[in-house]
């Protein structure tokens, strides 16, 4: 069987790479279309993509989600395959990848930066926020699936495409897809693939702390969207175990003098006791609605065949 597959590339200001991006990807999947956002660039990545056999769409909302959200709407395919227009990743590992996915109807295979050489061209910044990043899904998802949740190089079935959310606008797309892998339990792998340096003369667009904070806040909220009952059941835990705690003394004065001496503590006390049962009541209701919103998307998944 033949599979139509689309391979997506987000680009701003990659007119010194994009070309040769191209034509590896061509030479490793001669059959594919290959899809060149360009983002808002001021330099002649358009004119370079184009000139190497690209399809070159345009997207004015600046931002990796975004182009993503766009080119998931617009493209109909059996195979996605992500990566970016900067020559870090290495186009000749898409086969072995979407073997992978084909082999073992899977939903998702992500190229993980295992290489030798990760830790000369991979900022520290960089792998410890990677780092930090990946445990924090594996801790409040209680998944260790993934090993690098920021990945840009994934390839990815139509049946997870067309059941994803795309409400990203920036570098957190890769987390949320990861994300949503794991809210649905879909299948997925992860390959090693040789990671290389930035062609000269271009820079990175990600921003160390500003986007990895956008991306830890992401997490968080997610978390929140997606189990409701835990986020809030442990905010009403800590408001409660307060409360107890600022108690203990008031009651034990109240019973020994049978006076309360330290009335405000005791209000306070007593209103952190009644914002958590709040809270706790939130969760249960709004878990009732996350467990909805799984099932709709589970629907929308289950439509597509596997690859």
Known sequence: MTHQIAIILPCHNEGLAIAQVVKSFQAALPNSLIYVYDNNSTDNTADQALQAGAIVCDEPRQGKGNVIRRAFADIEADIYVLADGDGTYDAPSVGKMINRLVENKLDMVVGIRSDDNTHQVYRPGHRFGNKLLTNTIAFLFDSAQFTDVLSGFRVCSKRLVKSFPALATGFEIEAMLTIHALELRLPTAEIETPYFERVEGTESKLRTFKDGFQ??????????????????????????????????????????????????????ATGMMTVAGIFLTSGLILDSVSRTRLEYKRLVYIGYLAP
């Open 215 to 268: 991306i830890l806040l992401t997490i968080l909220l997610l978390f929140k969207d997606i189990r409701p009952l835990a986020f809030f059941g442990a905010l009403a835990l800590m408001l409660a175990t307060t409360s107890v705690i600022l108690m203990i003394p008031i009651v034990i004065e109240f019973m020994a003098i049978g006076l309360v001496p330290r009335f405000p503590t005791a209000i306070l």
